[in-house]
Nanobody
Framework: QVQLVESGGGLVQAGGALRLSCAAS????????MGWFRQGPGKEREFVAA????????YYADSVKGRFTISRDNAKNTMYLQMSSLKPEDTAVYYC????????????????WGQGTQVTVSS
C-alpha cells in the first residue's frame, strides 16, 4: 500500500503562482508513475501532469503546458507541481495519484490517490 498526502493549495489571484506537494509513504518503491489530476466544479476529473518515478520523464496536458512544472525528489518520496501564470479556469481540487500503469493520462492506470487539495484562482 502507498499513502499520498497533498499540501500547498490555497487562494491566489490570476497570474500568481502556487506549489503543490505530494508526499508518498508506505511502499513508494513500487510506484512507476506519479501524476496530478484536477476536478473543477461540475467537471470530470482530468489529467494535469505526470512523471515517471525512475528516469523522470514528464508529461503535461495541453492546457497547462508552459505554465506548470512537475518534479520529484526521490530521496524524500515527494512529488511537486509548480504552477505559475494561474488562470481562473485552473480552479479545482487537485489530486495526487500514483501507480504502476503505463498510460499516464488515464485515471484507471493509477492505484493510489490522495485526498485532494483545493486551488482557487480569483480574477
Amino acid at each position: 500500500q502507498v499513502q499520498l498526502v497533498e499540501s500547498g493549495g490555497g487562494l491566489v489571484q490570476a497570474g500568481g503562482a502556487l506549489r503543490l506537494s505530494c508526499a508518498a509513504s508506505g511502499r513508494p518503491f513500487s510506484i512507476y508513475t506519479m501524476g496530478w489530476f484536477r476536478q473543477g466544479p461540475g467537471k470530470e476529473r482530468e489529467f494535469v501532469a505526470a512523471i515517471r518515478w525512475s528516469g523522470g520523464r514528464t508529461y503535461y496536458a495541453d492546457s497547462v503546458k508552459g505554465r506548470f512544472t512537475i518534479s520529484r525528489d526521490n530521496a524524500k518520496n515527494t512529488m511537486y507541481l509548480q504552477m505559475s501564470s494561474l488562470k481562473p479556469e485552473d480552479t479545482a481540487v487537485y489530486y495526487c495519484a500514483a501507480g504502476r500503469g503505463v498510460v499516464v493520462t488515464t485515471l484507471g492506470e493509477y492505484n493510489y490517490w490522495g485526498q485532494g487539495t483545493q486551488v482557487t484562482v480569483s480574477s
